[in-house]
């Protein structure tokens, strides 16, 4: 099958510090179908041994084990191509069009790794140039709109002129390999299927933490804060692959039901349980890693009295038989006590204990950060002989070690589905506005809430009404660090 993937946006920050990468490694694994082309395209003038050689560069601040050889960037270069258009000009759509049509490959996807303001015009020229035909694929990068409304509009353009199954919405925690994992946990077995529920679970934790503050993204992240970065996509999404019935069938859209299904289930929020069932932190200087970090308002380009969150922790509910009074508690944070990021499946008690001494709860760690695995937590008698109290074990799936060589990485993963055609990692248009929907209260009464968000050290787990929030139930975050 051979395929062209044009990336708009070719010379920014996502295309060399992700999409390159992973399209490197794709290569690198023999995974990148044969017969493909990739042709960035971006405002400047610049011949295609020219762009090479800038991404050849860019390469020098990849991780050392990514980073390609000589030899192995000269064999990945000739699949590079470069292509100068003013986003604005409907002739430069043309122009590619003619490029595209001149070998007429099987499958043509349009990556826009642009800024979002400038995904209506690229669509619409799109779709005027005829460049949206059955084998083009549009593949969209988040922020896909700052609230309901703007997410409808972009939503709207893309549907002038693609149709839903032509649009790749990433997500890209969907394609870490932990997430594929909790779907093959939940539905590839059928060990944990009978105790997936509120009988047997007290309560679910999602913790997606951060020890990076916003580095030079200041200014995007002050308009934006930790509920659009984090909560509305990557967080939302884990909750709905944790909470979601098994799906009728593998498809794409049998998954994405399901999905839709839970985001529509959830607890919606009022201003008096936004007030009490969500916490909302910024961080201030700190230490992090022996070394001194500013607070975020002294952050390069972020507003001296900034009221942006950088911290994030709510509880809700998903509202239907399954999972009925089961709180889900989600958590996330930049400049916090390190990166670590999983999914807590906390289990009853034992309805009547025998052993004296503590018995604590069972739980499922699906971890994605730093290393993604699998821990489940038992009791168990240490054999130290009579009157002996139960300790805790955990059982230790480390899918690295499992699986080593045939690993991919998010965006790869992304990637290789996008060309190969495969939707069922990629977000519908009406989950993403469900999820809108959902937090557009939480940001409806924080405007109009004087308070402000409450402060917390670099360094730390968020400010402490994180903890009294979980506290009330009676239970605690887990913190692996
Ligand atoms: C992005 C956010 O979507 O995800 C960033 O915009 C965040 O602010 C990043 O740092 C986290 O992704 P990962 O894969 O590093 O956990």
Known sequence: MSFDLVLFGGTGDLTWRKLMPALFQA???????????????????????????????????????????????????????????????????????????????DTQVLFLATSPHLFPVICAQL?????????????????????????????????????????YRIDHYLGKPAVQNLSALRFGNALFEPLWRRESIANIQITLAEGIGVGTRGDFYDRTGALRDMVQNHALQLLTMIAMEPPPTGDADALRDEKLKVLKSLKPFTPESVARDVVRGQYKAGIIDGKAVPGYRDEAKVQLESRCETFVALRTEVQNWRWAGVPFYLRTGKRLAGREAHIVVNFRGVPHPIFPGANRANKLVIKLQPEDGLELHLMAAKGSGPGELLAPVSLDLDFDKAFSSERVGGYERLLLDAIAGRLNLFVRSDEQEQAWRWVEPVLDAWAKDPSGPRPYAAGSWGPAASSALIARDGCAWVEEQ
């Open 127 to 167: 779709g005027a140039a005829g460049l949206n035909g059955p084998r083009v694929r549009v593949v969209l990068e988040k922020p896909l709109g700052h609230d309901l409304a703007s997410a409808q509009e972009i939503n709207r353009v893309v549907a002038a002129a693609f149709a839903e199954e032509q649009a």
């Open 27 to 105: 290569f690198r694994h023999g995974k990148l179908p044969e017969g493909g082309r990739i042709l960035s395209v971006a405002r400047d003038e610049r011949s295609d041994d020219a762009y090479r050689a800038f991404i050849r560069e860019r390469f020098e601040d990849v991780d050392e084990s990514k980073r390609p050889s000589g030899e192995e960037f000269a064999r990945f270069a000739e699949l590079l191509h470069y292509r100068r258009m003013d986003l604005s000009q409907p002739a430069d759509y043309g122009g590619l069009k003619q490029w595209l049509d001149a070998r007429g490959a």
